[in-house]
C-alpha cells in the first residue's frame, strides 16, 4: 500500500527527508511558511534526482507525488511518518508537535531531526509522548544512511524497519543524552578547530587537509574504534587502550573533563571490541581497511578531489613515455589488477578487460596527437567497435602489459589490434589474456560526429600506418 | 641518482615509512633492536604491495633494495632521509637523535613520527638543531598521503617536495603545538568517545557506526569547513558560523573551554573559507560533494563494507524480479548512469558498455539457474567473446535498458545478443545505443575449464533456446 510522509520545515534537511522518501516510492506532503520553500527544496530534489538513483545497480525509481500543503494540519492528515525539521527551538517545537498531534493518525511515527534536543524534552506537553521520537538524520539526507533515533523502544523499533526500505541505517541509542552521539564528536572538533584558527595555528583549509588526507578516509570505513583495533595489531585492543592512556593525561586539546582509564572501563572497551570485530583476524582487517582506502581513493582520484588529486598529480608525474619506436609492437600499457575491478568469481570483471583496452587505445591516440589538450580543444576518437576475446584469467595484484599493433590509421579510421599478456618479472609479455580488434573514429566533439583529423595527425597517422601494418599479423590473430 | 631512506624503529609506522620509500625505488636501511622486527616489518611490505601499487593506472612499481642493520651508524651513513619512529619518550628520541647526528650526512633530512612532541622539544641538545623536523604519517603510511611536517621552514619546505615525489603530501605548520592538528582532532573525539562508553550511552560498534554511516564519509572528501559551508548554504559560511555559535555554550560535549566567537574570529573563519572554496557557487560544491559521496559509497558497496553494506542490503531487496515470459525478448537490465563510469570524453566510457552487458548476461544466468548459490557451490559461466558495437553516447543520470535476445544454449554454450537503449519515461526502450554479441561458457570454479552442466540448467537451457531462437533476429543484427 502506498505511504505518505509529512515533511513539517523544508530547507536542506527537510528537503532530504522529502527526497528519501519520493524516490522510495512514498506520496510527500511539505508545510512550511517560507514563501521560498518550494524553490529550496525543488533544488534539494533536483539534486537528490541526479545522485540518489546512481547507487543501485537496479533502476530503483518508483517516484511518489509531491505536494505543497499550506497548514500543519493538511500536511500530517493520513501520513504514516511525519518529520518535524523546524529551527532549534524547544518552544516552536512544542507547539509543532502539538498541532501535529491534533490531526496526525494515532499510529503516525513523528520523527525530530533535531541535532540537540533530547526526547524527554521534545515530548514535554505533549498528548501521546511516546509517539514523539528523535530521527536525527545527516546532511545530504538523501545520500547518507546514518539516523539516529531515540525515544520509547516500541517507537524506535518501529521507525528503525521504515528507514531500512528508504536504505537508511536507523541507530537506536541506549539513553538520551543531549547531542545524541555523532554531533557530540563534531562540536568536540568544531571547539578545537575554533581554538587552532583562533591562535593561528591553521587556517580551514589545513585543517580540512588535515582531515581528509588522513583520519576522514579512516573512520569513511572504520571509524574509531575498528581502526585502533586494526592499529593495535596482534597485542589486543585492551593492550593498545592501556598504551594510549597516558595520552589522555597531556596537554593536547584545550581544557576537558578526562575519563579516568580504569580497569573496568578498559575491560569494557576491549570487549565491545571483540564483540564487534573479533571475527576477523587482525591480519583480515588489515586487509580490509586496505581494499576500503584503495577503493575509496581510487574512486576519488577519479573525480581528481581531496586524496584523489593528491594521486593524480602524482599520476601525471609518474606517467611514464610514449613508446618511441614505431617499427615494432608497441607497448601501450603496463599495470597492477586493483582490486576495484574484481567480480564475484573472485577474477578480473570481463568489463575491465574492456577498460584495459580502452587505455592502451589512448596510448596510440596520444602517440598520434590526440592528447588532453587536442581533446579539450574539441576533438578526439570514439571507440565504435571492440572485438574482445577472453583467453585466461587474471587476478588482483597481477601485473599485466599490453602489445598493439596498428592495423590501419587512415583518415578518420583508426584499428588496433591488442594483446594483454600478464607480465614476467622483468615486464615482458607471458601468458595471453585477452586479445581485442578495437575500431577508434576521429569525431568533432561539438556536433559528436565523425569528422577527418587535421594535416598534422593525418601525417603521424599515416607514419603509424606505413610502419606497423609491414609488420607480420600477431599470432593470436592469425 | 639513487637515494636512500634510513629507517630507525620498525613497527607498523616504521614499516609503512619503509614501504613508501621501496616502492617508490629508494634503497631502505632499517634499524630496530626487536629480534622480530624483520617479521613485523615483512608483514607491512607484504600488505603494501598488495595494496599501494594498484593505486595508480601505471606501472609504478620500481622497487629498491631493503637491507637491515644492525646499528644506527649502520642505517644512517649515507642515507638521504632519516625517519625516527621510536616510542614516545623524549629522553629515547634524544639518545636516538644524538647518534643518528654522529653518523649522517650534514644536509640529510632527518625526521620525526612524532604524534605529540614540538620540534623544539625534539631538537633539545642536538648538534644541528634545524636538520630535525617532526613528519608525522598516518597509518597506514603506504596508502594515506598525509604527513605533518613542523620545525624550520627550509627544511621542511625540501621535505615536503620529496614526500610529494612519494605521492603524499606535506602539510607545513605555520606554528608548533603539541599534538599538531589531526591528533589534537583525533584525542579530541577519543575522550568524547570513552566518556560515551563509560556512562553507558553507546558500544564501541555504535560509536564506530556513528562514524562511518554518516560525517565520516563526508570528511573523507571534503573535511569539517568546506562541509559546513556547503551546508550553511547561499547565505554564506559568516551567517552559518554565526548560527552555529550559539551550540557552543550548550552543554554537549565534557566539560571544555570555549574560544570566544566574537566578530574577529567569525571573520577570520569566513575569509579563510572564501579563500580555500570561494572559487565554487555553493550549487558546485554540492555536485561535487554528492558526486564523491556516490562514488565512495559505490565503492564501499563493491566491498560490501561500512555503509555499503547497507546499500548492498537494500539493493538484494530491490531487486527487480526475472523476466518471466521466456518466449518474448527479455528485458534484462534497467539503471541509471553512474557519476562514476564516465571519462574524459563526459560520456559513460566504452569499458562500462561491457559491465552493462556483463551484468545483462547475469540476469540471463540466473534465469538458468546460475545464482549466487550455484556459483558458490563451485559452477559458473565465463565469457568467451563479445563483439560490442557502439552506436551512441549516453551520459550520467541517463536512464537505460538492455533487451537480450538468447541465440544459443546448447551444451556448454550460452551465446546472447544485447540491445541497449536509452530508457523512455515509461521505461521502453528509446534510441539504440549499442549491441553485443556475447558467448558464455559454463566452467568448474575448481579446475577452472569448462564443464557440462547438470541436467536441471541443461533443461532450462533448453526451454530457452526452444523459445527464443524462434523469434525473428532483432533488427540490429541484421
Sequence with gaps: MKKTAAIIGGGVIGGGWAARFLL??????????????????????????????????????????????????????????????????LDLKHKVFAEIQKHAKDDALIGSSTSGFKPSQLQEGATDAA???????????????????????ATTAQAKSVLETLGMHGLVLRKEIDAHIADRFLEAVWREALWLIKDGVATTQEIDDAIRYGFGIRWAQMG????????????????????????????????????????????????????????????????????????????????????????????????????????KPLNTLNRVIPIDWTDYNGHMNESRYGQVFSDAGDTVMTMIGATPEYIAGGLSFFTVENLIQFRNETHPGERIT?????????????????????????????????????????????????CEPGPDMAAKMAALHEAQTRLPKPESMR
Excluded at 539526507?141 to 533515533?149: A, G, N, Q, S
Design 224 to 327: 574509531l574504534f575498528e581502526t585502533y583495533r586494526v592499529a593495535g595489531g596482534e597485542a589486543g585492543m585492551k593492550h593498545f587502550i592501556e598504551q594510549f592512556g597516558p595520552c589522555l593525561s597531556w596537554p593536547w586539546t584545550k581544557l576537558m573533563d578526562v575519563p579516568e582509564l580504569d580497569d573496568a572501563l578498559v575491560e569494557k572497551i576491549a570487549s565491545q571490541s571483540d564483540e564487534q570485530s573479533g571475527q576477523y583476524s587482525i591480519r583480515e582487517l588489515e586487509r580490509k581497511r586496505d581494499d576500503n582506502l584503495v577503493t575509496i581513493l581510487r574512486g576519488l582520484k577519479a573525480r581528481n578531489w581531496a586524496a584523489g588529486a593528491i594521486l593524480a598529480d602524482y599520476e601525471t608525474r609518474t606517467k611514464p613515455g610514449l613508446p618511441n619506436d614505431i617499427a
Design 402 to 450: 599490453v602489445i598493439t599493433q596498428v592495423l590501419q590509421a587512415e583518415g578518420k579510421k583508426l584499428r588496433m589490434y591488442h594483446e594483454m599478456h600478464r607480465a614476467n618479472d622483468d615486464g615482458s609479455p607471458g601468458d595471453l589474456l585477452c586479445t581485442c580488434n578495437q575500431l577508434l573514429i576521429h569525431v568533432s566533439l561539438e556536433t559528436r560526429r565523425s
Design 131 to 153: 509517539q514523539i521520537f528523535v530521527a536525527h538524520p545527516f546532511n545530504p539526507v538523501y545520500l547518507l544512511p546514518l539516523v539516529e533515533l531515540v525515544g520509547e523502544p
Design 24 to 89: 522510495n516510492g512514498w506520496d510527500v506532503k511539505i508545510h512550511d511558511p517560507d514563501p521560498e520553500a518550494e524553490r529550496k527544496i525543488g533544488e534539494v530534489l533536483d539534486n537528490a534526482k541526479r545522485s540518489l538513483p546512481a547507487l543501485s545497480e537496479n533502476m530503483i525509481i518508483k517516484e511518489g507525488t509531491l505536494s505543497f500543503a499550506t497548514s500543519i494540519a493538511q500536511a500530517v492528515t493520513g501520513a504514516d511518518w511525519i518529520q518535524e525539521s523546524v529551527p532549534e527551538r
